[in-house]
């Protein structure tokens, strides 16, 4: 039976039942035949399967008359989600289901030889087991030993009897590799011949009845292997491996347990199964195979795969890139240049190698990473980001990336996918890099150009699960129809037959196994070592337990011991591999478990970083709803955790886009209307300063810059609908965004807010307080005061005051000012003077300020105090050139005027006490100090000049 499932959040819950009772009218039947499958009702527990008004559908494949290709049946529908042109019709009289239909047009093709069914709920939770098949056409024919599509395994020179049966006298004919070993010239309805094995065979039993019409079946016949035990060398460890010594060999090693011997084939040896390619055992590891290939040519390109005993092919688990069957013809040669050809007459995926190559020339091999409480991380999906959808094009808006200040990017995954338009999260190599975005060497020049600029890159990874084509699945499944794909078998050694929680999606891995644990631990040094990545957003987490079940949602949420351990011990792995390497958990649980993680190895400076999912909290205050617009849960305490490890966001690529809902759904008020487009910009510049200022790790998704308004339901046709989640969106800078003046402005101003919390140091402060619609100072709402402070700093700004107004109308707010004196509008630069910690200040709807507490003065007494020296400067920043001096209680005073790198500009005497000195600047436009020397003592202020 062989599914293919595309959506990343699709959760099966499956009930089987036993072999079911059937007839079809006619029989035997062409498939030109109009025919009725007939189900009686009692095969069927209508009530265990939950079913109303007796809606059972079949789900059906068809065959070619080689009983080969098999094509899923164009009506099946989805398998959530059965088509209603596959339903059966109920006869109450006779209590049966039955479906009437023509094999040709049911299956849109010709040339049928055999189909298969089942029955099944409409949304999948529920099916009839074992698949039942139906052979097609007037002559029929049944192998009985072996059984049709079958691996036999027979010693060299023993016999097997090659038995079948037809409905219709017929003679037959057995061919063996292609050459005829037996025929029979007089018709019987029955077939036996003993065969003597001499070497591996493909086998074919065709019958021909009177009427010269024919029915092949086809088995395989092998013979077992003697396989060399010996030790492993000390340089070949599980996957591809390039001798230290000698460039023209490579080692190769798997690991297949329940295997009894595995060959390599490939373009060295015209990919046939030849003994001279037959892998050893490790006698350590007798579940190791290894081969060393020599005589290899440095720098040419070799193709393989493995080929197991009972006919497995698969590219190796642990290889850097593979070619694929199934997805390289899509890949542009502008994005991939010389692409390697998938070998031809192979299917599947093959891995690469080539000796000698050379290096990639690191430009920065010491990068200094931010310390993961000052992290600002964009996160982004390049497929939707720029239209060409490569490396070369990111390269080219890395200076995009860098004026806006951030200091980290983070990929929604890279590692092979399934498909070439995918958010990535259905992985099925996790150790290569994908190919539909270009070569290894073009992502080493993108994570190279970053750190040059300053910027970490942090990587999403799905160790949750695989899909179906994994390696690490294919080798142990189930795969009735031998298109090998199917169900994880019992003896799979990295998955759960059965989810283990209620977050599964393809195929759970169990991380309790040793399998497993040494596939992501090689998997993250591979990533932090070969391309040099700072590290890793862990994709789903939840999904790292063994002790629920897949039904069981409240016990996949609730604290789970079992998970904590091994997520632990993750984080020790790759913290052993690069101790300072960025670690991220999008787990969204409870405190008490996320505490776990957030204050593991804190001692040490570590401590795992989790997701913090403020969305909703603030796209109502966006929208300007003070409903549940609470979001003080940015602060990192609140959740328990010790040092600041709560990645906040309003956006990720999971939620629904902040501009989408303000436009869709944004209060009015009058003329005042968060729906209109310039307004709700504007909104989303007070969202930037409600959000950056607050210390702690944050994190933005892609275009909320420019205030990017497409839904993340977004279909192609420009409609909304949830099953268009993953769909391709519209390119920002192909929509001119960013040459757009009032987006721009959005941009600009989070540029600038994030700027301010990388100059100034406070906001590195644990110490800070979010109150973001606090009813009790605000009874209207929406009002939001942060407050970062840090008393150890002794210059410069120790106390920040953030304040913004998300109503829809003015509002007079109480600052609530920890102290009196001048405090500096960080946005502009201006200063004002406060004389009340509490006088209010007007804010206009959607405005807000960033106040620090001024520094420009260095007096060496307090100038706010009466009879004290002091200096003001009016109207500063300087306009016209003329800027007025303000000041008190002079005795022989001296004005001195500097610029910022200290060289002397100007200077004069003051002839009075206290007066106003109108200076004609007339300096360049830049920061100037200027310096006030009396008896009485010394004030210092800085002056802007525009």
């Not at 059965?498 to 977050?503: D, E, G, I, L």
């Not at 328990?640 to 209060?667: C, I, P, Q």
């Amino acid at each position: 039976m062989k599914k293919f499932y595309s959506g990343i959040l699709l959760f099966i819950a499956v009930c089987i039942f036993g072999q079911i009772n059937y007839t079809i009218t006619p029989s035997p039947f062409n498939e030109t035949d109009q025919i009725t499958l007939t189900v009686p009702g009692n095969q069927i527990d209508e009530s265990a399967w939950g079913v109303a008004n007796n809606a059972i559908y079949i789900w059906s494949w068809s065959f070619d008359t080689n009983y080969n290709n098999s094509q899923d049946c164009p009506a099946n529908g989805s398998w959530n989600n059965s088509n209603e042109l596959n339903k059966l019709t109920y006869n109450s009289t006779t209590d049966s289901y039955s479906l009437t239909f023509t094999p040709t047009a049911f299956f849109s093709r010709t040339g049928i030889g055999r189909f298969g069914f089942l029955l099944k709920d409409k949304t999948g939770s529920h099916q009839t087991s074992p698949d039942i098949f139906v052979n097609v056409g007037v002559l029929s024919l049944n192998l009985t030993n072996p059984l049709a599509n079958s691996l036999t395994s027979v010693p060299s020179g023993s016999s097997i009897n090659v038995t079948a049966t037809t409905n219709v006298n017929a003679t037959f004919q057995l061919k063996a590799n292609g050459a005829v070993v037996n025929t029979t010239s007089t018709p019987s309805t029955s077939y036996s011949y003993s065969y003597t094995v001499t070497a591996d065979a493909n086998m074919e039993l065709i019958a021909t009845d009177v009427n010269s019409s024919s029915k092949n079946a086809k088995f395989i016949l092998q013979i077992p292997r003697n396989v060399i035990s010996e030790p492993i060398p000390n340089w070949i460890r599980q996957g591809i491996n390039y001798s230290p010594t000698d460039n023209t060999k490579v080692g190769l090693a798997l690991y297949a347990p329940f295997k009894d011997f595995v060959h390599v084939i490939g373009s060295f040896n015209n990919w046939t199964v030849n003994d001279t390619y037959l892998m050893k055992r490790d006698t350590t590891n007798p579940d190791l195979y290894w081969i060393e290939l020599n005589g290899l040519t440095p720098s040419q390109l070799y193709t393989f795969q493995y080929r197991t005993n009972d006919l497995r092919k698969v590219a190796d688990p642990f290889s850097p890139q593979i070619l694929s069957s199934y997805d390289d013809q899509w890949i542009s040669a502008s994005t991939y240049p010389d692409l390697p050809v998938f070998p031809a007459g192979q299917d599947f995926e093959v891995s690469m190698f080539k000796t000698g190559q050379t290096p990639y020339n690191w430009q920065v091999t010491n990068f200094q990473r931010t310390d993961k409480e000052n992290l600002v991380v964009y996160e982004l999906l390049l497929r939707d980001f720029t239209q060409e959808k490569n490396w070369q094009s990111l390269i080219n808006k890395i200076t995009y990336l860098k004026n806006l200040n951030i200091n980290a990017v983070e990929l929604l995954p890279v590692m092979e996918f399934e498909g070439n338009l995918s958010w990535g999260y259905n992985t099925s190599f996790h150790y290569a890099l994908d190919k539909a975005y270009g070569t290894p060497e073009k992502f080493k020049e993108f994570v190279d150009l970053c750190h040059q600029n300053g910027i970490a890159v942090i990587l999403d990874v799905a160790f949750n699960h695989a899909t179906g084509r994994s390696p690490l699945v294919r080798l142990w499944n189930v795969d009735p129809d031998g298109d090998g794909y199917g169900s994880v078998a019992a003896n799979n050694p990295y998955f759960n037959q059965v989810p283990k929680h209620s977050y599964n999606v393809f195929n759970d891995f169990n991380h309790t196994s040793p399998s497993t644990k040494y596939y992501v631990e090689r998997t993250l040094q591979q990533w932090l070592t070969e391309y040099k990545i700072d590290g890793f957003r862990w994709d789903l987490t939840k999904g790292f337990t063994q002790s629920c079940s897949e039904n069981d949602e409240n016990c996949t949420n609730a604290y789970q011991q079992d998970r904590v351990d091994i997520l632990k011990y993750y984080a020790d792995k790759q913290w052993g591999i690069d101790p300072n390497s960025y670690m991220i958990f999008e787990h969204l649980g409870t405190d008490a478990e996320e505490q776990q993680w957030a204050n593991y190895r804190i001692a040490e400076g570590k401590g795992v970083m989790l997701w913090n999912k403020q969305t909703e909290p603030y796209n109502q205050n966006t929208m300007g709803y003070k409903e549940n617009s609470n979001y003080d849960r940015m602060d990192h305490e609140l959740h328990g955790f010790t040092n600041m490890h709560a990645v906040g966001y309003g956006e990720s690529h999971d939620e629904e886009r902040l501009m989408f809902k303000n436009l869709e759904y944004g209060a009015i008020n009058g003329s005042y209307s968060v729906k209109d487009l310039n307004t709700a910009l504007n909104r989303m510049k007070t969202f930037g300063a409600t959000f950056f200022t607050i210390p702690g790790p944050k994190m933005i998704w892609q275009f909320g810059e420019l205030g990017y308004e497409f839904s993340i339901n977004r279909c192609a046709d420009g409609s909304i609908n949830s099953g268009c989640r993953t769909d391709e969106k519209p390119v920002a800078f192909t929509l001119g965004y960013d040459g757009n003046l009032n987006r721009k402005a959005v941009y600009d101003t989070w540029a600038k807010i994030i700027s301010i919390r990388n100059t100034y140091p406070v906001f590195k402060s644990k110490t800070y307080t979010v109150e973001s619609n606090n009813l009790a100072n605000d009874p209207d709402g929406l009002i939001t005061r942060i407050y970062v402070y840090d008393n150890t700093i002794t210059t410069g700004v120790k106390n920040v005051v953030v304040l913004a107004n998300y109503n829809t109308s003015a509002k007079s707010v109480v600052p609530y000012f920890p102290y009196i004196g001048q405090w500096e509008n960080l946005m502009d630069n201006t200063v004002s003077n406060i004389t009340s910690t509490t006088a209010p200040i007007t804010l206009q709807p959607g405005e807000f300020r960033i106040f620090g507490n001024y520094t420009g003065s260095l007096s060496a007494v307090d100038e706010n105090s009466p009879g004290r020296l002091s200096l003001q400067i009016a109207d500063n920043p300087v306009k016209n050139d003329v800027a007025k001096l303000i000041y008190h209680k002079v005795k022989n005073g001296e004005i001195v005027i500097y610029d910022i790198s200290g060289k002397k500009m100007d200077s004069f005497r003051l002839n009075n006490e206290d007066g106003t000195y109108e200076l004609k600047a007339g300096y360049p436009a830049g920061t100037y100090l200027v310096h006030l020397k009396s008896e009485t003592g010394i004030a210092i202020q800085k002056m802007i000049i525009k």
